[in-house]
């Protein structure tokens, strides 16, 4: 089921969902994303973006054959911070494969691609939080703003409905929080709870002065879409006063243009300096079994434009290839 190709749907890189694209400190690109198996992490280098459409890929790091960390790998991210390289992920149980947690690997050296990356175990919480990642936790993405390094992440809570929500915390090190979890956004609207109710995915970029937080929502078929919230640079960005949640979403499905379930995205920029939204997609509506283990969502590149108010504007005419 390749779906119709059209000159907005052509993909970045196949079968590369949760896509993550970082900037390393000497501007060169790196790239990870959930395979279609979710049974490792994989890693692409190239000193430019469109480089990393055909760079070499590596498995930096394989599930384990039983226990934590052995089924279910899940989004993963690479982010330079407090002078190392770590990957954050998630991952279930083979016995329990819904028992999905937020790791963390650290690379031993400077060199992604050659140097090895060891397991740092479950993201740790601070010692006065009693609820963080004790239930299905996924998707955490880091920024940082002012100084402090924030780390926000999708948690499900709910007796009954499970519900994912967003929360967020400081950080004290690259593998443990500084200060108890704050809800960001809860599934609020109709759009955000078709077959599930869900925010998840979440991704940052900033614009003089502001902070836009994007994120996914419902089920990870055609209803798949992005909202977002944003905040000032100067708010504090531990009260849930300072983000304002946009009523609708930003980026959904285009039947017209061949796009499905646009989703989980990541931010980076290219050489020229322009803002990149990368996600993934599928080019069809109708799928055969579970969406989640569909394979066709490709990661995509999307070029953002800004409006008069310096808010981003996610429109499919700004297509990079």
Request: hydrophobic share 35%.
């Amino acid at each position: 089921m390749n779906g119709r190709i059209t000159e907005y749907n052509e993909a970045f890189i196949l079968q590369r969902a949760d896509p993550f694209v970082g900037k390393a400190p000497d501007g060169s690109y790196y790239f990870t994303a959930s395979v279609p198996a979710y049974d490792r992490i994989i890693l692409r280098h190239a000193d430019s973006l469109q480089g990393l459409k055909d760079a070499e890929e590596i498995t930096v790091w394989t599930k384990h054959a039983e226990g934590p960390m052995s089924k279910h790998i899940w989004a993963p991210e690479i982010h330079y911070l407090f002078g190392k390289w770590v990957i954050y992920f998630a991952a279930g149980e083979k016995e329990d494969g819904w028992k999905i947690r937020p790791y963390v690997l650290e690379c031993t050296g400077e060199n992604p691609m050659r140097d090895p990356w060891i397991e740092k175990g479950k993201m740790k919480r601070a010692p006065e939080d009693e609820f963080s990642f004790e239930a299905f936790s996924l998707d955490a993405t880091v920024f940082e703003n002012r100084g402090s390094w924030y780390y926000v992440w999708a948690e499900k809570v709910g007796v009954g409905k499970q519900i994912s929500n967003l929360y967020i915390a400081r950080m004290a090190d690259a593998d443990r929080l500084e200060t108890v979890q704050v809800l960001l956004t809860t599934p609020d609207y109709d759009w955000e709870r078709v077959d599930f109710w869900v925010n998840e995915g979440p991704a940052i970029v900033k614009r003089n002065g502001h902070i836009y937080l994007t994120y996914s929502a419902s089920g990870t078929g055609a209803c798949y879409c992005m909202g977002m919230l944003s905040a000032e640079e100067e708010a504090d960005l531990l009260d849930p006063r300072s983000w304002a949640k946009e009523r609708y979403p930003v980026l959904k499905t285009d039947a017209e243009k061949g796009i499905y379930g646009p989703g989980h995205n990541s931010f980076t920029k290219d050489e020229a300096g322009n803002d990149i939204c990368v996600f993934h997609a599928r080019t069809y509506a109708e799928i055969q079994g579970g969406p989640l283990y569909d394979p066709n969502r490709h990661a995509m590149l999307m070029k953002l434009e800004w409006d008069e108010q310096d808010r981003p504007v996610f429109a499919y005419t700004g297509w990079v290839k």
